[in-house]
């Protein structure tokens, strides 16, 4: 398996653009993760999806972000309007679904709002 | 949350074992031990996780105090690709399996 895939790895954009990332989880796994990453807050969980249902989302800064999971192959962080304050690595992970299993990450993307 | 307390850094010689130590006094019975590396420039990647019993796998083992309110990872001999930082975090029984990361252990490895 190829891994967690996310696209674009890197993204620089304008503040008031909006920004999609995207990500493809491995086959099979039935829970989904989108994090934030910058040098100020560490690793912050921004929402999870368990079989494509966004189950909890208290982690999404506010209502620029949005993240979607249409089918169990792929999966949409949004921000609209960008801001400078929003550059950071977004990392998308996934799993089996369930307490005891593992995390896989993808390699991120770094996001460039200026 | 269920919060875990690390050092913030450690250093270790090459070859040489490491042993990471990770306090979590407020885990309750159903909350499994995960830890998590992040090496400079990737995303984080799975180590090891357990629930009572210590806990081996070809990257590392885990040593879980009796109480469960503090725990080790072990890496036996540590390499210069260990380097990275290492989270402990405690995955709650009833939170659909998320990981809340705290700020973690640099692990730094001198040749």
């Known amino acids: 398996d190829a891994g967690v895939i996310q696209s674009p790895r890197h993204e620089v954009t304008e503040m008031g653009q909006e920004v999609t990332l995207r990500c493809k989880p491995i086959?099979?796994?039935?829970?989904l993760f989108w994090y934030r990453q910058t040098m100020m807050r560490g690793l912050e969980l921004l929402i999870y999806?368990?079989?494509?249902?966004?189950?909890?989302d208290s982690g999404m800064p506010e209502d620029r972000f949005s993240a979607k999971m249409p089918n169990a192959s792929f999966s949409t962080l949004k921000i609209q309007p960008s801001e400078p304050r929003d550059s950071a690595v977004y990392f998308c992970?996934?799993?089996?679904?369930?307490?005891?299993?593992?995390?896989?990450f993808g390699p991120g993307t770094r996001l460039t709002v200026t | 949350d269920a919060k875990t307390t690390q050092p913030n850094s450690m250093e270790s010689n090459e070859e040489e074992p490491v042993h990471l130590p990770c306090n979590h006094s407020?885990?309750?019975?159903?909350?499994?031990i995960h830890w998590y590396r992040q090496l400079p420039s990737q995303g984080p990647e799975y180590v090891i996780h357990?629930?009572?019993s210590n806990v081996n796998n070809r990257m590392a083992s885990l040593a879980i105090a009796e109480d469960r309110k503090s725990s080790t990872l072990i890496l036996h001999r540590a390499t210069l690709r260990d380097a990275a930082v290492y989270y402990c975090?405690?995955?709650?029984?009833?939170?659909?399996?998320?990981?809340?990361f705290g700020q973690g252990t640099e692990l730094s490895v001198k040749p």
């Open positions: 086959s099979g796994h039935n829970s």
């Open positions: 357990g629930l009572t």
């Open positions: 992970a996934s799993s089996l679904q369930g307490i005891g299993y593992e995390q896989y």
């Open positions: 407020t885990i309750s019975g159903t909350d499994y």
């Open positions: 999806f368990n079989n494509n249902v966004p189950i909890d």
């Open positions: 975090i405690l995955m709650i029984y009833n939170q659909g399996g998320k990981l809340i």
